[in-house]
C-alpha cells in the first residue's frame, strides 16, 4: 500500500510536458508520446501488483515505424540514452515490463483485434499465421479457426501477447508433445536496440532469431511472428483425475508424455478443501467436491492429472475406446475421475479473460513463482517442499502446478533456459491474495528457493526474476556468454527490458 501512495504522490508532480529527448523525433510521433498521470499509472502498475517503476512517458504507436524512431532517439540523438521497454497487456508480476525514467511502450495500441493476423499457406512451410507482436493469443485462436485452423502450442490464459510469451517461451500442457512456443516459430520482425526493424529465421539473421526467442526483450522487441499451424480438431475430451500417491501421480504423468496418445497433460496440487472451487473449469458436483475434501482432510495433500485428447467427426466413433485404454493404464484413486466433452475453443479458452482487472489488480498481489525442477530431484523438492512447506502456507490459496516437460522438443540454440536433464517439471505456485500477504508469499517463495539452493536441486526459474547480476549469470549457465555476446550486438547501450534487471 506504501507503494501505491508514493506512486500517486509521484503522479501527482509530474508534469504534463514531453521530455526534452522528443525534440528528435518527428512531431507526428511526439504527438503519440503521453505524459499525464492515466498514461503514466497505467504503464507502471503490472498484474503482480508488487513493483511500481515510474516512466518519463509512454509511446502509443500507429506503426512498427514509430518504435524504430524512438530506439533510434535514444540511441543517437541523446546524449544519455533513455530505456524503453514493450508492454502488452500488463500481465508480468515483477515489473518486467516496466522503464523506470524511461519509455513504455504500449504495444496494444497497435492492435487491431485481430486485424494484424494473416494466415497463409506455402509448400515449404505449410500452413501458417503472420500475427503483430502487440496481437493475443484469443485472437489468433479465433482467426485460425475461421480457417479450421490453429497453432499447436498455447499459453494456459490466451489473453497475453505474442511478443510477451515468445519473449520468454510460452508452456502449457501441449508443451511435452510440440514443445514451447518458441518451437513453433518460424520467422520474427525484431526492432532491437540499434534502432534497426529486422527480419531473421533460423537461416536468416539467425543469431537474433534464436536470441529473441526466450530472450526477455533484451535484444529487440517483437514486432512480428510467423507461427506453424495446423488443422484445428473439433472436439477436446477432458479428464481430470485424483491421486494421493506423489510417485503415483509423477509416474503416471511421466508415462503420459513419453507417447502420443494425448495432447494436452498438466498435474496439479490440491492444498486445502476450497482448492476445488478454484478449479479453472467445473468438473464435478458438490457431492464430488465434498468426496475430494474429506480426502484432503485425511491426507492434507492431493494430486490431479489433467489430461485431454483432441479428435474430430472422423475419430468420433473410435473416441470412447481410446480414452478408455488410456486411463486403464493410470492409477488415479477409483471412482475419481470427472470428464467433460466440449469444442476445442471451449478447452483451449477454458480460464477465461480477466481483462485488465485492474480493481483486482490493485486490491490483490500475485507474487508467482515458477520452477523448472530436474526430474532426478522432484522427490527432493516433494519431501522438502510441498510435503512440509506447502501445507504451512496458511493465507489465501493460489493455484499450483505441477507437471513434467520434455527437453527434446526444446531448442538449444533459444534463450531460454532448462534444467540439463532429458525431463524436468514445471512448478508453478501461483499465488494470489491481499495487498497485505505478499510478505507471507514472499517468505514462502524466498524458503523454496533457499531449500533448492541448499539441497543443490539445479532448479531454473521460468518468468525469472533475479536482483542481482551473479544470479542472473548462474541462471543463465552456459549461455550467459553468448547471450552477453547477443546483448552487446544487438542493444549495446543497454536500451530495452530495463525492468527485467539484467543489464542494467
Known amino acids: 500500500m506504501a507503494n501505491l501512495l508514493i506512486l500517486s504522490l509521484i503522479l501527482s508532480l509530474l508534469i504534463t510536458t514531453y521530455p526534452p529527448w522528443t525534440n528528435a523525433l518527428p512531431t507526428d510521433i511526439t504527438n503519440r508520446i503521453r505524459t499525464d498521470p492515466n498514461a503514466i499509472r497505467e504503464a507502471s502498475s503490472d498484474y503482480g501488483n508488487l513493483v511500481h517503476h515510474v516512466p518519463s512517458a509512454v509511446l502509443y504507436p500507429s506503426s512498427i515505424n514509430d518504435i524504430v524512431e524512438l530506439i533510434k532517439a535514444s540511441c543517437y540523438n541523446h546524449s544519455t540514452p533513455f530505456t524503453v521497454a514493450a508492454r502488452g497487456r500488463g500481465h508480468s508480476v515483477r515489473g518486467?515490463?516496466?522503464?523506470?525514467?524511461?519509455?513504455?511502450?504500449?504495444?496494444?495500441?497497435l492492435s487491431r483485434n485481430g486485424g494484424g493476423i494473416r494466415v497463409s499457406w506455402s509448400p515449404s512451410l505449410g500452413y501458417y499465421a503472420d500475427v503483430g507482436g502487440e496481437e493475443i493469443w484469443a485472437d489468433v485462436l479465433r482467426v485460425g479457426?475461421?480457417?479450421?485452423?490453429?497453432?499447436?502450442?498455447?499459453?494456459?490464459?490466451?489473453?497475453?501477447?505474442?511478443?510477451?510469451t515468445?519473449?520468454?517461451?510460452?508452456?502449457?500442457?501441449?508443451?511435452?508433445?510440440?514443445?514451447?512456443?518458441?518451437?513453433?516459430?518460424?520467422?520474427?520482425?525484431?526492432?532491437?536496440?540499434?534502432?534497426?526493424?529486422?527480419?531473421?529465421?533460423?537461416?536468416?539473421?539467425?543469431?537474433?532469431?534464436?536470441?529473441?526467442l526466450g530472450g526477455l526483450g533484451q535484444l529487440g522487441i517483437i514486432t512480428r511472428a510467423r507461427i506453424v499451424l495446423d488443422k484445428a480438431p473439433a472436439r477436446a475430451r477432458w479428464a481430470r483425475l485424483i491421486y494421493s500417491n506423489f510417485s503415483e501421480f509423477t509416474r503416471d504423468?511421466?508415462?503420459?508424455?513419453?507417447?502420443?496418445?494425448?495432447?494436452?497433460?498438466?498435474?496439479?496440487?490440491?492444498?486445502?478443501?476450497?482448492?476445488?472451487?478454484?478449479?479453472?473449469?467445473?468438473?464435478?458436483?458438490?457431492?464430488?467436491?465434498?468426496?475430494?475434501?474429506?480426502?484432503?482432510?485425511?491426507?492434507?495433500?492431493?494430486?490431479?492429472?489433467?489430461?485431454?485428447?483432441?479428435?474430430?467427426n472422423l475419430t468420433a466413433n473410435t473416441i470412447d475406446k481410446e480414452f478408455h485404454v488410456i486411463l486403464e493404464e493410470l492409477n488415479f484413486i477409483p471412482g475419481l475421475i470427472f470428464r467433460r466433452d466440449v469444442p476445442l475453443v471451449d478447452f483451449l479458452n477454458r480460464v477465461?479473460?480477466?481483462?485488465?482487472?485492474?480493481?483486482?489488480?490493485?486490491?490483490?498481489?500475485?507474487?508467482w513463482l515458477n520452477l523448472f525442477i530436474p526430474k532426478s530431484r522432484i522427490h527432493d523438492f516433494y519431501d522438502g517442499v510441498l510435503e512440509n512447506m506447502v501445507p504451512r502456507l496458511r493465507t489465501t490459496p493460489g493455484l499450483f502446478i505441477f507437471y513434467p516437460l520434455n527437453i527434446k522438443k526444446w531448442d538449444s540454440r533459444m534463450s531460454?533456459?532448462?534444467?540439463?536433464?532429458?525431463?524436468?517439471?514445471?512448478?508453478?505456485?501461483?499465488?494470489?491474495?491481499?495487498?497485505?500477504?505478499?510478505?507471507?508469499?514472499?517468505?514462502?517463495?524466498?524458503?523454496?528457493?533457499?531449500?533448492?539452493?541448499?539441497a543443490g536441486i539445479k532448479v531454473k526459474q521460468y518468468l525469472p526474476y533475479h536482483k542481482s547480476r551473479e544470479e542472473w549469470i548462474k541462471h543463465f549457465g552456459s549461455k550467459w556468454s553468448i547471450f552477453?555476446?547477443?546483448?552487446?550486438?544487438?542493444?549495446?547501450?543497454?536500451?530495452?527490458?530495463?525492468?527485467?534487471?539484467?543489464?542494467?
Open 96 to 109: 518486467q515490463a516496466m522503464a523506470g525514467g524511461g519509455v513504455v511502450v504500449e504495444m496494444a495500441a
Open 145 to 164: 479457426l475461421e480457417h479450421g485452423l490453429a497453432p499447436v502450442s498455447w499459453t494456459d490464459y490466451l489473453y497475453l501477447t505474442v511478443g510477451g
Open 166 to 212: 515468445l519473449s520468454n517461451a510460452g508452456i502449457s500442457g501441449q508443451t511435452f508433445r510440440h514443445g514451447p512456443q518458441i518451437s513453433n516459430v518460424l520467422e520474427l520482425d525484431v526492432v532491437t536496440g540499434r534502432g534497426q526493424l529486422i527480419t531473421c529465421s533460423r537461416n536468416k539473421n539467425s543469431e537474433l532469431f534464436f536470441g529473441a
Open 253 to 312: 504423468q511421466e508415462h503420459l508424455i513419453s507417447t502420443n496418445a494425448l495432447n494436452y497433460v498438466e498435474g496439479f496440487l490440491i492444498t486445502n478443501k476450497s482448492t476445488t472451487n478454484q478449479w479453472r473449469s467445473s468438473f464435478s458436483s458438490p457431492s464430488h467436491q465434498s468426496d475430494i475434501a474429506s480426502l484432503w482432510k485425511k491426507h492434507r495433500l492431493l494430486f490431479s492429472i489433467e489430461l485431454v485428447k483432441y479428435y474430430n
Open 352 to 367: 477465461g479473460n480477466s481483462g485488465d482487472g485492474r480493481e483486482e489488480v490493485q486490491a490483490h498481489v500475485h507474487p
Open 416 to 454: 531460454a533456459v532448462t534444467p540439463d536433464e532429458d525431463v524436468f517439471y514445471n512448478v508453478g505456485f501461483l499465488h494470489s491474495g491481499g495487498v497485505n500477504e505478499s510478505d507471507v508469499f514472499e517468505v514462502f517463495n524466498s524458503q523454496v528457493l533457499g531449500f533448492c539452493e541448499k
Open 484 to 504: 552477453q555476446q547477443r546483448k552487446m550486438k544487438f542493444d549495446p547501450k543497454m536500451i530495452l527490458s530495463p525492468g527485467q534487471r539484467i543489464f542494467n
